[in-house]
């Protein structure tokens, strides 16, 4: 998930995405699979795959189950086939939603998300419904204590980043997606391994949202992480941070 007002939405999430470990290395050990099935079961020449063990040592993943599950798919042991799917569609308050799915029965994705939308008074859309209102990027997080802000961007600027937003939560570095791997390889050999590094959709605008309709929001955008099915939701809102915090509470 990720909303306009980055770390403040993200760091809220991930409270949550941390207490349901075992849900996000299923997500993860999905796309290792695909990943693996879709190109050389090396890294090295596979940059999908080289992505997504990032994230899975991202999440602390053992090596253990993350080898095995490329040896499965690479070696034919894993016959499911997995569709990527794109659905768009807004939640409440107007917030534009994309969510990213890998699933091998569509018909079942799309009832799932389709039954959350409409039971926290969002709509799901066709294809390209919101997708005009993000940005496809390539996003590298560091934690504060990885480089200094100074360090940081010059390290970006120098790798082909496009931008880099520092915080006391961290940095944030975004580029073009035909530059991510060059970007995040450049800047894990200086820094080490990202928290996070994938591609992603950035808002273009953000869409303020009220206390009660950030509640509503802020469930849905959980019940479509809850899904099986579902490996990334963005979202373009905007909330008070103190919000947040009453909301986490």
């Not at 997995?82 to 569509?106: F, K, M, S």
């Not at 073009?176 to 591609?199: K, M, Q, T, W, Y």
């Not at 950030?214 to 019940?223: E, H, M, Q, R, S």
Request: one cysteine or more; aromatic letters at 6%; glycine letters at 8%.
């Amino acid at each position: 998930m990720a909303g306009h007002s980055k770390f403040k939405n993200i760091m809220h999430r991930k409270g949550r995405q941390d207490a349901k470990r075992g849900k996000v290395f299923s997500k993860l050990i999905r796309e290792l699979t695909v990943a693996a099935k879709a190109g050389l079961p090396d890294p090295d020449m596979n940059p999908r795959l080289r992505t997504a063990i990032a994230a899975a040592r991202a999440a602390n993943m053992p090596s253990e189950t993350m080898n095995r599950a490329i040896k499965k798919a690479s070696g034919g042991d894993d016959d499911t086939h997995y569709e990527e799917i794109r659905y768009e569609g807004y939640g409440p308050g107007g917030v534009a939603v994309i969510v990213e799915a890998l699933t091998d029965n569509r018909n079942r994705t799309a009832s799932d998300l389709r039954a959350a939308f409409t039971k926290y008074g969002g709509t799901l859309g066709e294809s390209g419904s919101v997708s005009f209102m993000f940005e496809r990027v390539g996003l590298i997080v560091y934690g504060a204590d990885a480089a200094s802000a100074e360090d940081m961007f010059e390290a970006a600027l120098e790798a082909g980043a496009s931008e880099v937003e520092s915080s006391n939560a961290g940095h944030e570095v975004t580029c073009e997606p035909d530059d991510f791997s060059a970007v995040r390889d450049a800047l894990e050999a200086r820094f080490g391994n990202a928290e996070d590094a994938r591609l992603d959709w950035k808002p273009q605008n953000a869409v303020a949202v009220d206390e009660d309709t950030a509640g509503t929001l802020l469930k849905l955008l959980d019940a479509l992480d809850d899904n099986d099915d579902v490996q990334r939701v963005a979202a373009n809102f905007d909330v008070a941070e103190d919000v947040l915090e009453r909301l986490s509470a």
